[in-house]
């Protein structure tokens, strides 16, 4: 019914910078919450940042200053800008929307996108 597909990942030096989007279809009232979750090797998934359907954002202590998520309601598409990359950076990255649809309120998960940030 609804569905993600997320693009953007991939290898990238440290220092360097990749952006991740995240487009939702299907039947959809309307988004609310949007964010982005990553999963290294041997750890939980975590969040990276939030952002609310007014435009509320909250990141992870570990990204402020370097990452910026936004959102293009109009496209149901979140964006997550990754800037000055690290090594510790690398991880699977998923997107996760807050939806309205016909059965309720859902929260859907993309396939996830590897990035992976390496000299």
């Known amino acids: 019914q609804v569905q993600f597909v997320e693009s953007g990942g991939g290898l990238v030096q440290p220092g360097g910078s990749l952006r991740l989007s995240c487009a939702a279809s299907?039947?959809?009232?309307?988004?609310?919450?949007m964010g982005w979750y990553r999963q290294a090797p041997g750890n939980q998934r975590e969040l990276v940042a939030l952002?609310?359907?007014?435009?509320?954002?909250n990141y992870a202590d570990s990204v402020k200053g370097r990452f910026t998520i936004s959102r293009d309601n109009a496209k149901n598409t979140v964006y997550l800008q990754m800037n000055s990359l690290k090594p510790e950076d690398t991880a699977v990255y998923y997107c996760?929307?807050?939806?309205?649809?016909?059965?309720?309120?859902?929260?859907?998960w993309g396939q996830g996108t590897q990035v992976t940030v390496s000299s």
């Open positions: 952002i609310s359907r007014t435009g509320i954002t």
């Open positions: 996760n929307q807050r939806v309205i649809d016909a059965t309720g309120p859902n929260t859907y």
């Open positions: 299907g039947s959809i009232f309307s988004i609310q919450t």
